[in-house]
């Protein structure tokens, strides 16, 4: 009777217990679906408002006028809207960058993940990565004051120019770019390798021939990344670029990024409802398809190149 007893009073407690961790779990899930909910939300406001005033700007200025037109010069009295000067700044500075930061990017993930013994690689990869944690506005002035003046001494560049700002963005964006890269290659099973040298592969032909191909979609997604990143760049082209918005592929010359453009009507010169303050909007628009389009092909791509092992 007694064993009966303490049999009952251990399943009370027990289900006491499932009770009580499945009331936390609950609780848990609202709060983590909660904090979801925040960041959809938020990112749906930000939409909203963005094309709410872009779609109150093409009331004002056509199509044709932000597309065709090939002048930016909505604060000046002769106004014109073409949005190419502003997309071509941004785009030279972006291929500037990944020129730098795909090889340095590349060869450092190759390093530490194939040549680097342990110890070199946990000291060189959180050094490498720190450069991820300079704020941006160091990294525009060191381009401005040290990159420019000893480019200059070689070659004729305006003090503000594309080329100090896109180097200075490719050594920026190179732990975007070399962080994802390493854990690609170092996802790819040891037997791939131990396979290739088994066939008589030197090293350096099993990383070319198998280890690179196996980590495609991880390696091109850190690129994609990277553009992404070299697109929204702000301060380091504001600073070290110019404010200039030229439809032009001469890296010598000043040029101005969207983002930089957004910065100078952030600065508060244009009244808020203005033709001038909505420019923003527009220009944020296209920045933000630019970069949309940028994620979706990133993860098509990892989805498409993506090397599943057992």
């Given amino acids: 009777m007694q064993s009966a007893n303490y049999q009952d009073d251990f399943n009370r407690r027990s289900l006491e217990k499932n ?25 749906i406001g930000i939409v909203i408002i963005i094309f709410q005033v872009t779609f109150e700007f093409f009331q004002e200025v056509s199509f044709a006028q932000f597309f065709l037109d090939t002048q930016w010069t909505p604060l000046f009295a002769d106004k014109h809207f073409g949005i190419w000067p502003l997309v071509n700044g941004t785009l030279l500075t972006t291929a500037i960058a990944m020129s730098v930061a795909i090889p340095l990017g590349l060869c450092s993930a190759i390093y530490l993940s194939e040549y680097a013994k342990p110890k070199v690689a ?7 990565e720190l450069l991820a944690g300079v704020p941006t506005v160091v990294y525009g002035y060191f381009a401005l004051l040290f990159i420019t003046p000893l ?49 008589g592969l030197t090293k350096l032909e099993a990383i070319f021939r198998i280890v690179l191909p196996a ?5 091109t997604a850190s690129i994609i990344l990277g553009i992404s ?48 303050y909505k420019t923003l909007y527009a220009v944020g628009a296209v920045l933000f398809l630019i970069t949309l389009a940028l994620n979706i092909v990133s993860n098509w791509i990892a989805k498409r190149f993506k090397e599943k092992y057992e």
């Fill in 215 to 219: 980590a495609l979609s991880g390696i």
């Fill in 122 to 128: 946990a000291i060189l990869r959180p050094a490498v």
């Fill in 19 to 43: 009770v009580s961790d499945d009331i936390q779990d609950k609780i848990v899930e609202i709060v983590l679906f909660c904090c979801g909910l925040v960041s959809v939300f938020t990112t």
């Fill in 229 to 276: 990143r070299a697109v929204g760049e702000t301060m380091t082209v504001l600073i070290a670029a110019g404010q200039q918005p030229r439809l032009t592929l001469n890296l010598m010359q000043s040029v101005e990024t969207m983002t930089a453009y957004m910065a100078q009507i952030s600065g508060g010169d244009s009244p808020r409802g203005s033709l001038n």
């Fill in 151 to 199: 480019l200059r001494n070689i070659i004729p560049l305006e003090i503000f120019n594309a080329l100090s700002a896109g180097l200075m963005m490719g050594v920026m964006i190179t732990p975007t770019v070399g962080s994802i890269s390493l854990d690609a290659i170092r996802a790819v099973p040891l037997s791939l390798r131990e396979g290739a040298y088994a066939l």
